[in-house]
């Protein structure tokens, strides 16, 4: 239970810095997704079942806290982090470029994702023009927070994981 406690500490913390923080070196409003990087390396390191719960976590105070479309990030965030952490046994945990390259990948799809929901639900926009001013910033934003957050999950991991083991 230590080790879930630890977990949601971190999660809350960066969820702190990613809405209070975050929005003052934004770009047009756009800024750094820390609770998709999160899901991204957290899935990398624990595997597909982990992924899929720690990406509904994320998604849930997501939208919890946004006030958005009820559900659309959890569910998006939980497919995410089931791909991510399905390539988790394939990977050294050290390695940097796989996570960065997924961080894109996964920045594109939440994206086109939630695109698709809006799509759906019956907006009309400009996606294309959108997708120039909303997902090439958010994807340089995440690349930037990208191996901070990967180090931390790295981190915050190894040294629970030896706190469990003694």
């Known amino acids: 239970m230590k080790v879930f406690g630890w977990w949601l500490a971190f ?4 969820y702190v810095v990613q809405s209070s923080l975050l929005p003052l070196i934004g770009f047009r409003g756009v800024s750094a997704d820390l609770m998709l990087l999160l899901v991204v390396s957290y899935s990398f390191q ?8 720690m990406g509904f976590l994320a998604g ?7 006030g958005t479309f009820f559900g659309v990030n959890a569910f998006v965030k939980m497919g995410i982090g089931y791909a991510c952490g399905s ?4 990977l050294f945990k050290e390695q940097v470029v ?7 990948a996964a920045t594109a799809v939440h ?6 929901f809006m799509l759906l639900l019956g ?15 958010m994807m340089a934003y995440n690349l930037v927070f990208a191996l901070p957050v990967n ?14 083991r003694n």
């Open 11 to 14: 999660v809350l913390a960066l």
């Open 46 to 53: 624990r595997g597909p079942r982990h992924g899929i719960l």
């Open 60 to 66: 849930l105070l997501q939208d919890l806290a946004t």
């Open 87 to 90: 390539f988790s046994r394939r």
């Open 98 to 104: 796989l996570p960065m390259a997924a961080v894109v």
């Open 111 to 116: 994206y086109l994702a939630v695109t698709v």
């Open 123 to 137: 907006y009309r926009a400009d996606f294309l023009a959108q997708g120039r001013q909303l997902l090439l910033p």
């Open 151 to 164: 180090w931390c999950v790295h981190q915050m991991y190894e040294r629970l994981s030896a706190k469990k």
